[in-house]
């Protein structure tokens, strides 16, 4: 069903890069959802208001709500796709986060309205709920729509990576185990005769709170800029690894815009490489990113001293000490200034974020074990926290 949609509805739906079909995917998955949440807001209204079933009127209402969200997602789509200008020269496909926002914070607005009903229910009861088969048959096929919609909405969100579909798929699936709570809630008044309505109607409610709390938090993680995705990561080194004359990469940065990255990184050279041959090296790799990826990269070549064996010793003996420290810190940058009375060994050091050493017990436990190997060698290290790949 849902590739059908796609192949009906989007023109030319497997050029996933272009803002044009970015768009028309966004159309058809608010469009789909906007539709589906009316048949069912009207359908579970109708069915509480005749049953007296507070948590299907509650739940008729969580789909009203819905359509709300698609609104603001059909709207983040069209402001994220708008090009690049003065004002806002990396694009506006961040929008795209805005809107995830708007739409947790709209499931918010509502677990609290629903949880304030229901506990007034329990602490004044009104009248129990009235078996309704119609109830139960809509709200049986509002689970069923619903799951349907979170499968649509997360494999188009899958598509085209974007944040806002896949908080619309997750707010269909916790939907669903909201309706099936409202279901529950039904049956059991019917054959235990027990009013649990206005408990479900609690439960419902935190369920909805925790999706939003899950969705607000996850969209703020990336609007302050949260580490990349370790499988991007490792796709941007294996590319640069690709080219020949690269001995080495190290501070790669990564920063996300909507689905565009642009990153920086450092790639270690043979020092003797000619600077002409160098530039070519760094446009080349440039190059290949903007043509076969999303990734906007610029590169910052960093010569090595690949053919000094005292050099080289030197490189292995501080690798090995730093490993010693910590098997996840790492040396790049290595450079050697010979004198007269003594050596500097210059390098940094990246450790971390979550080690417990600071930088300065790093620096001064590193310096201390390389004089302990060669009184004539004076450490220098730079250390940085960093993500580590």
């Known amino acids: 069903m849902t590739a059908l949609l796609i192949r009906l509805f989007i023109k030319d739906y497997k050029n996933t890069q272009s803002e044009k079909v970015r768009i028309a995917y966004g159309n058809l998955s608010s469009v789909v959802c906007m539709l ?170 935190l369920f909805i709170a925790v999706a939003g709390v899950g969705i607000f938090r996850e969209t703020i993680g990336k609007l302050l800029g949260e580490a990349p995705d370790p499988e991007i990561v490792q796709k941007i080194r294996e590319r640069i690894f690709m080219h020949g004359g690269v001995h080495g990469i190290h501070d790669l940065m990564v920063h996300s815009y909507g689905h565009k990255y642009y990153a920086t990184v450092h790639v270690e050279v043979d020092s003797k490489m000619p600077m002409m041959e160098g530039h070519d090296l760094a446009d080349t790799i440039e190059r290949d990113f903007a043509c076969n990826t999303d990734i906007v990269m610029v590169v910052h070549l960093d010569p090595i001293v690949l053919d000094n064996p005292k050099c080289n010793a030197c490189r292995e003996m501080v690798e090995k000490i730093v490993k010693d420290v910590d098997p996840s810190f790492s040396v790049h940058d290595f450079r050697m200034v010979d004198g007269i009375s003594h050596t500097n060994l210059i390098f940094d050091v990246a450790i971390p974020f979550e080690s417990a050493l600071s930088p300065a017990q790093v620096k001064e436990e590193i310096s201390r074990r390389v004089r302990e190997k060669d009184k004539k060698l004076f450490a220098v290290p730079t250390v940085e926290r960093t993500s580590m790949e």
Not at 54 to 71: E, M, P, Y
Not at 83 to 110: C, N, T, W
Not at 151 to 168: E, G, P, Q, W
């Open 36 to 205: 589906a949440n009316v048949l069912l807001a009207a359908a579970k209204i109708t069915a509480g208001a005749l049953s007296g079933a507070i948590s299907v009127l509650a739940d008729g209402l969580n789909n009203l709500s819905d359509c709300g969200s698609g609104a603001v997602s059909l709207v983040g789509f069209r402001v994220a796709a708008k090009p690049a200008d003065k004002k806002h020269p990396f694009g506006h496909q961040r929008s795209e986060y805005l809107a995830a926002l708007i739409v947790a914070m709209i499931v918010l607005v509502l677990a609290a309205e629903l949880l304030i009903e229901s506990i007034s229910q329990l602490i004044t009861p009104g009248e129990d709920s009235v078996w309704s088969v119609l109830s139960v048959v809509v709200l049986s096929v509002s689970i069923a729509v619903k799951f349907w919609l979170f499968l649509f909405n997360r494999s188009l969100a899958k598509r085209i990576n974007s944040d806002v579909i896949k908080a619309t798929a997750l707010d269909s699936l916790t939907d669903c185990l909201a309706t099936g709570a409202a279901l529950i809630a039904v049956i059991v008044s019917r054959f235990a005769g027990v009013n649990i309505d206005g408990y479900m109607g609690i439960f419902v409610a």
